[in-house]
């Protein structure tokens, strides 16, 4: 079979998926819009998702990225050197199936 006769759903198949990770930190809530752009200039289109959740009465944020494990020190490393009082949760990997790869 010719490779223009492929879908995108086989070619996803055929090559192995990114191991995916979701991480937890915790920032200042004025500095939302800097860890946006920042995570946004490390992994560009490879961020899946970001969920912010206000506490401490709206003074910090919790934010959830879900990101490839590759990209995931480069991050934390690019947040340690912009964002110092950011502090860093748990980082969970995540299956395949709850993707929608399996």
């Known amino acids: 079979m010719h490779a223009y006769f492929h879908t995108?759903?086989?070619?996803?198949?055929?090559?192995?998926?990114?191991?995916?990770c979701l991480m937890l930190l915790t920032v200042e809530a004025a500095a939302l819009s800097e860890l946006r752009a920042l995570v946004m200039r490390t992994c560009?289109?490879?961020?899946?998702?970001?969920?912010?959740?206000?506490?401490?009465?709206?003074?910090?944020?919790?934010?959830?990225?879900?990101?490839?494990?590759?990209?995931?020190?480069?991050?934390?490393?690019a947040v340690m050197r912009a964002l110092p009082g950011a502090e860093f949760g748990r980082m969970t990997p995540l299956a395949a199936a709850s993707r929608g790869l399996a």
């Open 8 to 20: 995108q759903a086989a070619q996803r198949r055929a090559r192995p998926a990114p191991r995916a």
């Open 44 to 77: 560009g289109d490879a961020m899946q998702f970001m969920r912010v959740e206000a506490c401490d009465h709206g003074e910090r944020a919790k934010v959830w990225l879900c990101l490839s494990r590759a990209l995931a020190g480069q991050v934390m490393v």
